[in-house]
């Protein structure tokens, strides 16, 4: 029961995290690519529930910035009239899960427009930019986990089960790519593509490359527990009574795989958001101005803005809560898969 | 008896003694330059960014070889880089002849090279033997080149050369600058053998190469640095008559790149600092302890949006003729420039230190802009009025925003591309892309490697746009005649074309090669400003933006004027000085 609570708990905050990025749009207040010109670097503006004045006020409220006297960076909060946050009001055009044409925001600020987690280069919201980043760069992760998974599945099985030469071959070639520098792999896959690639066609590349090259892995787990469970008493039995090869691999093999593809699944989502983030970081990912996690802290290759701008690295820190929710779901995949072959045995017959 | 002979010898000797170097002194005809006068002594460390290719002025093609080469040799006639004027240099006098086809050069008294071999006529016209030589390909020849036909260079004696052009030339004495006078008797030997090429490596001995800069060659440790030791036998002096220059030693360290060379200027391991861009700047300005940054003004780069024009059908594939229907129709191109915010740009991407830009002629030339050339404020309106005239039209988008389609129907899209190690102009690209999207052009950045950048532009010409940025090397017209001319290697819309593509191309053409020969300023001004009026009314480059020169020197170093002339910091490197009592000069 323990094992199945923490197992819930992990479920509940990756099913809010990613219900968020999934509705980036409602919850972002700005469009990620419009650019506020008159105010690039802005730091994040702090919510308020007290005035200057010590008054108390029910709805939180935030104070504009503007520029500190004889400085050119430095901001400070204008006290004169607070700017109460509103929610659910019209802003910018979006289509939620990219269909359904809405401009309902959950929130934002009327006449002033509220940051978040402060502005980038160009003046760009960046709480706007790190949700719909999170859209390409959770869903690169996924879909390149998913292509991943299931080609290591499909050949960790036909490797398995019909062993002999084919098992031989396709383990060699495994091997062979397990020694692959991926990264380098991925620059040389980037070089040979046309120079302007349009952030869709970027995606589906990036996830394309992520899912083929670590195949090889999730295949040797899955040779194991195939090899394993062929030669099980059920197995075999199931073949005396002439099960065909199909059969056994449904109803009796493939099954027994499911919870190391499941772990495996956890681990390899933010495995592959991080590999995507770094060719983002590195340039070679979503081309701008299309937000992802690695585009948003891009900017942080150059000094200064390292050492001026704080905020710049908060998406950094936000990405945090995703990671531990995998790893998390992982750890408690492997306890339960534990749990779950015992009792299965008992009552699954 | 005896003693007085003796006293008599002591005193001639010493008479002597103390004469010989007096006569000597008389002999050299030293500059001597005005400014405050410094103190000997001291080593001074910049950064640069990498490594110089060579020392060989023949073959040097590189920024970092030409700064280099810059502090360890000399020129007859040199353009001071904070008066943009010219002045002697080796050259003591020079006379220009009635007719403006004959240049007289007086070569300075008692000059050597820094190896301590004596200069003469013959060491120049060696030089320029070898600049002019064919086989040699040394970049400087096209420059050497008026009106077709090479100078023609003869001795008159031994300190005076006659300099005969086919052609006369406006900037007259300005062609001499930088043009480094050669130690014949160092590479007379490798010259016949034909081996030019490959000599002045870095790895070269230090008494194997000689010149006539304030600095020589004495070590070079490969990937780390380079390391100058002061000429002794430099030709020029302060106000005192202390030979320059004062210091000791210069220090070239290989810092790849501008962060880094922030860091390493913010630790105090360099000693100045240039070429900063404007966030650097400001991040150095915050907290400065032993240093000061100066904003020197505008300088002389400017940075433009480009469309190929190429007309070479075999070398275009046909998605970029498609593209390029759109290219060559002015309206086309005066739209993206009215829709540019050039404002937006000089504020984020040079935080306000810079200007923007209408034409070629950066603000840091005074003498060579054309006040008359229209700065038209940001108008989307005209931008799509003029669109409306070349046949585009608008489709409501899915989205609410809209696309723009050509006369065909199909939809505008292209691709820019930057180079990938300069943030600036990537930042320009973005907020060109942003600009162009209410247009509803769909535009996309591509960064790249600016070695392939400038290959595909120059060379296999595959590309729809480009952002790039030049700095003229002079204030004068003439430094950017291969941008003007359509036969120009930095034509770059089209570049080296046997013949001007379009009558435009070929009046500017006319404008600045009357304007080479005219003699007058007032006559090639006027020339000058009709061919920026040309190329504003046509657009072939879309102007944007030109930063301003930003330098940092350690608070110890004394003459430091940063020029908006390149090298910005080290053109007066002669009268750079370390301060007294300044803990550095230990380092």
């Given at each position: ?349 | ?16 003694a103390?004469a010989f170097p007096q006569e000597k002194i008389g002999k050299e005809e030293l500059l001597v330059l005005p400014g405050?006068v410094g103190r000997a002594g001291g080593r001074l460390v910049v950064s640069l960014r990498g490594e110089p290719k060579t020392l060989n002025p023949l073959i040097a093609a590189d920024a970092r070889s030409r700064e280099v080469i810059g502090v360890m040799q000399a020129d007859l006639v040199h353009i001071n880089r904070a008066t943009q004027q010219t002045e002697p240099a080796l050259a003591k006098s020079w006379k220009i002849s009635?007719?403006g086809l004959s240049y007289t050069i007086v070569l300075r008294r008692g000059l050597k090279f820094s190896d301590g071999q004596p200069l003469d006529a013959d060491d120049v016209l060696f030089t320029f033997r070898v600049y002019l030589d064919e086989n040699v390909h040394a970049p400087q020849r096209d420059l050497l080149m008026v009106g077709g036909k090479p100078i023609t260079v003869r001795k008159v004696d031994e300190h005076t050369v006659v300099f005969q052009l086919a052609k006369?030339y406006g900037v007259g004495e300005r062609l001499f600058d930088g043009l480094a006078i050669l130690p014949r008797h160092l590479l007379e030997k490798r010259y016949e053998e034909g081996k030019l090429g490959q000599i002045g490596s870095l790895a070269t001995a230090a008494d194997q190469w000689a010149g006539l800069g304030p600095f020589r060659l004495k070590e070079y440790v490969a990937g780390q640095r380079l390391v100058l030791e002061r000429n002794p036998y430099y030709w020029k002096s302060d106000a005192q008559g202390g030979r320059l220059p004062y210091l000791d030693e210069l220090v070239f360290l290989f810092v ?14 360099t000693d100045m600092?240039s070429q ?195 700095a003229s090397y002079d204030a004068d017209?003439n430094s950017?005649i291969s ?6 290697g930095l ?66 170093i004394g003459n430091f004027h940063p020029a908006?002339l390149e090298p910005y910091v080290l053109w007066n490197v002669e009268q750079l000085y370390l ?9």
């Open positions: 029961m323990r094992v199945r609570r923490t197992f819930a708990k992990w479920l509940v905050v990756l099913g809010v995290l990613h219900g968020m990025v999934v509705c980036a749009g409602f919850f972002a207040p700005y469009d990620p690519v419009e650019q506020d010109r008159q105010s690039p670097y802005l730091p994040p503006m702090r919510l308020h529930l007290l005035d200057a004045h010590g008054h108390l006020h029910v709805r939180p409220f935030v104070y504009p910035l503007r520029l500190r006297e004889s400085s050119f960076d430095q901001f400070e909060e204008d006290t004169t009239e607070p700017h109460p946050v509103k929610f659910f009001l019209r802003g910018a055009r979006y289509r939620l899960l990219g269909f359904l044409p809405l401009r309902m925001h959950f929130f934002g600020g009327e006449n002033t427009r509220i940051y978040l987690l402060g502005t980038d280069a160009y003046g760009r919201d960046q709480f706007s930019r790190l949700l719909f980043g999170g859209q390409v760069s959770l869903f690169a992760g996924l879909l390149g986990a998913g292509v991943t998974l299931f080609i290591g599945w499909s050949i960790g099985a036909v490797a398995g089960y019909y062993g002999g030469w084919r098992d031989s071959l396709l383990m060699r070639v495994a091997e062979l790519f397990l020694t692959l520098p991926w990264l380098y792999l991925l620059f040389a896959l980037r070089a040979f593509l046309p120079l302007a690639v349009s952030p869709l066609e970027a995606f589906f590349l990036i996830t394309a490359v992520l899912g083929a090259v670590g195949w090889a892995r999730p295949a040797r787990l899955v040779r194991g527990v195939v090899l394993s469970a062929k030669e099980r008493d059920f197995v075999r039995a199931a073949r005396g009574f002439g099960a065909s090869n199909g059969y056994l691999l449904r109803r009796h093999i493939l099954p027994e795989t499911s919870s190391v593809l499941l772990t495996q699944a956890a681990i390899l989502i933010p495995q592959y958001v991080l590999a995507e983030m770094t060719l983002s970081f590195l340039g070679l990912g979503v081309p701008e101005p299309v937000p992802s996690w690695g585009n948003l802290l891009s900017g942080l290759q150059q000094y200064s803005v390292l050492v001026s701008y704080w905020w710049m690295y908060l998406p950094a820190l936000a990405m945090v809560p995703f990671f531990l929710g995998y790893l998390g779901l992982a750890s408690s995949f492997e306890e339960r898969g534990a749990v779950y072959k015992i009792e299965s045995r008992i009552w699954g017959m | 008896m005896r003693s007085i002979v003796l006293l008599l010898l002591f005193v001639f000797v010493g008479h002597q103390i405050e009635p007719d006369t790849p790149n501008a962060d880094a060379q922030v860091l390493k200027f913010q630790s105090g391991e600092i900063v861009g404007a966030e650097n700047f400001s991040v150095l300005s915050k907290q400065q302890h032993g240093y000061t940054m100066v904003d020197a003004g505008p300088g002389l780069e400017y940075n433009f949006l480009f469309f190929n024009l190429n007309d070479s059908i075999e070398k275009t594939s046909p998605d970029i003729q498609r593209k390029q229907k759109w290219f060559r129709e002015v309206n086309f191109r005066q739209a993206v420039s009215a829709a540019v915010d050039r404002e937006a740009i000089v504020r984020l991407v040079y935080q306000g230190r810079g200007a923007a830009l209408w034409g070629l002629v950066a603000p840091g030339n005074r003498r060579w802009g054309n006040e008359k050339l229209p700065h038209p404020a940001r108008s989307l309106d005209r931008a799509r009025t003029l669109l409306k005239e070349a046949g585009f039209s608008w489709s409501n988008g899915p989205d609410g925003g809209s696309t723009l389609l050509d006369s065909d129907g199909k939809s505008v899209e292209f691709s820019i591309l930057t180079s990938s190690t300069n943030a600036d102009r990537a930042k320009m690209a973005a907020l060109i892309q942003d600009d162009l999207k209410q247009l509803g052009m769909r535009v996309q950045v591509v960064p790249l490697e600016s070695r392939s950048l400038l290959d595909r532009v120059t060379q296999s010409r595959d590309y729809d746009a480009c952002i790039m940025g030049i017209a950017d941008v003007w001319l359509s036969s120009g034509h770059l819309w089209s570049p080296s074309q046997a013949h001007p593509a379009t009558s435009w191309e070929a009046e500017i053409d006319r404008l600045i090669e009357e304007q080479m020969s005219a003699r007058t300023f007032e006559q090639r001004k006027k020339l000058y400003d009709r061919a920026q009026e040309i190329l504003a009314e046509n657009q072939p480059m879309i102007f944007l933006a030109s930063p301003n020169i930003l330098a940092g020197a350690k608070n110890s908006v301060k007294n009592g300044m803990e550095n000069a230990t380092r």
